[in-house]
């Protein structure tokens, strides 16, 4: 039988911004949406793979020799990802750290392992584990044996997503949860899949569906200039929220550092070249949320 594991690139200690008290995020490979700002672009292929910083290389090219399957480019970013085998070598002859991989296989117990690392701080605070990505959802089986162990251990467990997930196959694992933070994009079908590569009929069903049968979802909305800030957008979000009853939302603003890192992974994501959001304009947004009967919530 094949061990059951998925593929996390980052564990993130000491947060205190993804859920109450001080947090560990765990962050998931993976993702059905391929939103135009994503913030996290080495999280939406599903496999591990390396990254390239070429201000760190000094070509002195003991990478190539290291390698074994021809995958080292003289020109240009280093890494050929069709030849890679992500065998490491090439990570570990490289005296400067130029190249570095993203992303390994994790079992439950290796990834409950490092949340229980921070526990004492969970107490103390009211915090736990969320759970983030890229989309956890992606991974039913794992996630349901995660939260078995973190319950196990008394963790107050907290999930962020965007919603493309099954309900049918999620039912039995929402209960385990403690709180799910419900991320709001395009609320017109049509422009929400020319943004991110798919409709929303399913995401808005689910947020129904949740609310309805009482889970403790928490909606978000993040603020990117020209694709979900808009007035049409905002009052759309507006008028789903009263019809669900739900008088709260979590306004997160965009910024550009996620473009960066197109750069490291030879990723395929256009720059949007877009500004980063400024405290001004979230108090401008967040004011127009409360003169609509909206409490919104931001950091800054």
């Known amino acids: 039988m094949k061990p059951l594991t998925a593929p996390i690139f980052d564990v993130q200690r000491f947060s205190i911004h993804d859920g109450p008290g001080i947090r560990t995020l765990v962050f ?6 391929h939103c135009a700002w994503c913030q996290n672009p080495e999280s939406q292929q599903v496999a591990p793979l390396l990254s390239f910083y070429e201000a760190r290389c000094e070509k002195c090219f003991a990478c190539e020799k290291a390698c074994t399957h021809d995958a080292i480019l003289k020109d240009g970013y280093r890494v050929d990802h069709e030849r890679c085998t992500l065998c490491l070598g090439c990570v570990d002859a490289c005296p400067h750290g130029a190249l570095q991989p993203i992303g390994d296989y994790l079992s ?81 079908t049509a422009r929400h ?9 399913r995401i808005l069903e689910n947020a129904r569906r949740l609310v309805a049968e009482g889970y403790p979802v928490e909606f978000r909305l993040a603020l990117v200039p020209g694709y979900t800030d808009g007035v049409e957008n905002t009052k759309a979000v507006i008028n789903l929220l009263k019809e669900l009853g739900k008088c709260e939302i979590h306004l997160l603003g965009y910024h550009n550092m996620g473009e960066t890192k197109i750069d490291i992974i030879n990723g395929s994501q256009k720059k949007l070249g877009l500004a980063s959001y400024s405290t001004d304009q979230m108090r401008q947004v967040s004011a127009w949320f409360e003169r609509c009967g909206i409490t919104a919530h931001f950091d800054g």
């Open 28 to 33: 998931f490979k993976g993702c059905n949406l």
């Open 193 to 201: 899949k020319q943004a991110t590569g798919l409709g929303n009929v």
């Open 108 to 188: 439950p117990e290796n990834l409950v392992e490092q949340i229980l690392a921070d526990r004492r701080y969970y107490k103390r605070s009211g915090g736990g584990v969320t759970f983030s990505g890229g989309e956890p959802t992606l991974y039913p089986e794992f996630m349901e044996k995660v939260l078995d162990l973190c319950h196990e251990h008394d963790i107050h467990t907290t999930l962020e997503t965007c919603g493309t997930f099954s309900y049918n196959r999620w039912q039995a694992i929402l209960p385990k949860l403690q709180l799910i933070y419900f991320d709001l994009k395009v609320m017109d």
